[in-house]
């Protein structure tokens, strides 16, 4: 079974740091691109980050230099390092396997983050 | 990167056609063909329903149909059935690499 597991999450101060993983199962998880999705309770869904096939990352500008993808090919795993975690990055973090281009077509059950103090 | 517009709410009675809009730029929906959609009932994760404009993954009910014209992508449901009612996303690639989602749609079935 095609499979996503996120862990990591919790509650974490202002200016503090997180990191999440994502464990892949039941695919060939080098093949493919991967993303982190989020979504603040009550909210729409945010792109937060992608990582290529060849270690290639991107991100948009609100969280550029604060967030870092990363994978291990050889774990089958994802990860999100957040430094200077903000309350507006309070949310459910979803890792998404990337489908072609623009795409997702797996995905993770979430995994809550909240930033307080 | 501004998120993608789409209506915040979109009815429709059992067995009617409902579209939704999501509308982007010539920076993202405009500029290239790599539109999604995603279906989320509360408490679940996004569900794929469209990829690359009109292309449905496997699985995927073809009551679900995916068009753009312009800066404009649709999202249309025919046969509208109960286990339709849901929040629905447009998400768009762009021009800076990254992905943009759409501001979400609630699809109730009256």
């Known amino acids: 079974e095609v499979q996503l597991v996120e862990s990591g999450g919790g509650l974490v101060q202002p200016g503090g740091s997180l990191r999440l993983s994502c464990a892949a199962s039941g695919f060939t998880f080098s093949s493919y691109d991967m993303h982190w999705v989020r979504q603040a309770t009550g909210k729409g869904l945010e792109w937060v980050s992608a990582?290529?096939?060849?270690?290639?990352?991107y991100y948009p500008g609100s969280v550029k230099g604060r967030f870092t993808i990363s994978r291990e090919n050889a774990k089958n795993s994802l990860y999100l390092q957040m430094n200077s975690l903000r309350a507006g990055d309070t949310a459910v973090y979803y890792c998404?396997?990337?489908?072609?281009?623009?795409?997702?077509?797996?995905w993770g059950q979430g995994t809550m983050v909240t930033v307080s103090s | 990167q501004s998120a993608l517009t789409q209506p915040a709410s979109v009815s429709g009675s059992p067995g009617q056609s409902i579209t939704i809009s999501c509308t982007g730029t010539?920076?993202?929906?405009?500029?290239?063909?790599?539109v999604s959609w995603y279906q989320q009932h509360p408490g679940k994760a996004p569900k794929l329903m469209i990829y690359?404009?009109?292309n449905r993954p496997s699985g995927v009910s073809n009551r679900f149909s995916g068009s753009k014209s312009g800066n404009t992508a649709s999202l249309t449901i025919s046969g509208l059935q109960a286990e339709d009612e849901a929040d629905y996303y447009c998400?768009?690639?762009?021009?800076?690499?990254?992905?943009?989602f759409g501001t979400g749609t609630k699809v109730t079935v009256l």
């Open positions: 010539s920076s993202d929906v405009g500029g290239y063909n790599y």
């Open positions: 690359e404009v009109s």
């Open positions: 990582i290529g096939t060849a270690g290639d990352t």
């Open positions: 998404a396997r990337g489908r072609g281009v623009g795409a997702f077509d797996i």
């Open positions: 998400s768009s690639y762009t021009s800076s690499s990254t992905n943009v």
